[in-house]
């Protein structure tokens, strides 16, 4: 089966900081990848651009923020799908449901990642971390053949969070990006909206690398992504 990696977003730059590493890992084993920005984060994840110019419109913030991301996505050689839900707060009706269920039964990803659960700091964060759980479900979930197109449950992982700790993130899962670091930090270079976060996951990236030596005694790690496994996984054999 072809592997295939859902990354799901609140905003424009999540998939940048939480996932660049795991996605350009993905596309060097031969998976097909696609991104999914709920909003832009105009409102809420822009802060260096407000200060840049508080006469800005949000719509103005857009158009750069969808440039930032778009050539991030380039670097990584991922496609990348805008949905312009709106941040701050991000509302989510039955229709953007249903245009969630519809872009995931579309693409078939054997793979979803996204937010975690819990996110004091951020409202859209849980946001979205519902909607693709429900999504999810109504994508895979039992019914009439017939009646709706029904997909194989995709594997479903939560990224980590900004505060770890604070979200009742436990990461079970740590990917090895190490081959693929120089584009992680190639692709969080093009999001100015946010230049404060590269060096904190780029040192992120490093400390993670530190528990998956220590996990598996591969002492050529030195860069890992973290994240949380959703559900129970069916495997052939332990080993």
Same mark, same amino acid.
């Given at each position: 089966?072809? =592997? ?8 424009? *730059? ?16 031969? %998976?097909?990848?696609?991104? +999914?920005?709920?909003?832009? *984060?105009?409102? *809420? ?16 913030? =857009? ?5 930032q991301a778009q050539k991030a996505a380039d670097?990584?050689?991922?496609? +990348?799908?805008?949905? #312009?839900?709106? #941040? ?18 579309? &693409? ?5 990642? $996204? ?5 004091? &700091? ?9 909607? $693709? ?14 009646? &709706? ?24 899962? &740590?990917? #090895? +990006? ?5 584009? =992680? ?9 946010? $230049? ?12 993670? %690398? ?8 591969? =002492? #050529? ?16 054999? +332990?080993?």
């Open positions: 089966m072809k =592997k295939k990696l859902l990354v799901i977003g609140a905003h424009s *730059g999540d998939f940048v900081w939480r996932a660049a590493g795991t996605i350009a890992k993905a596309i060097e084993e031969g %998976a097909d990848t696609l991104v +999914i920005a709920m909003s832009y *984060g105009e409102r *809420g994840e822009s802060g260096e651009l407000w200060k840049e110019n508080p006469n800005r419109t949000e719509e103005s913030v =857009k158009i750069i923020r969808h440039e670097i990584l050689a991922t496609p +990348i799908q805008f949905l #312009d839900w709106g #941040d701050y707060p991000m509302l989510i009706s039955d229709e953007r449901i249903r245009q969630l269920t519809k872009i995931i039964g579309d &693409f078939e990803p054997t793979v979803i990642l $996204t937010h975690s659960e819990k996110d004091p &700091f951020n409202p859209d964060h849980p946001l979205a971390f519902q909607a $693709t759980q429900r999504a999810r479900l109504l994508s895979s979930g039992a019914g009439v053949p017939s009646a &709706f197109k029904n997909i194989d449950p995709p594997v479903w992982y939560s990224f980590e969070p900004h505060q770890p700790e604070l979200c009742g993130f436990v990461p079970d899962t &740590f990917v #090895d +990006i190490s081959s693929v670091m120089d584009k =992680k930090l190639a692709a969080m270079s093009c999001m100015g909206a946010q $230049t404060y976060l590269k060096d904190y996951y780029a040192e992120l990236a490093s400390r993670r %690398a530190n528990h998956a030596r220590r996990i598996s005694g591969k =002492k #050529d790690i030195k860069f890992a992504e973290a994240h949380q496994c959703q559900v129970p996984r069916v495997v052939s054999s +332990i080993f």
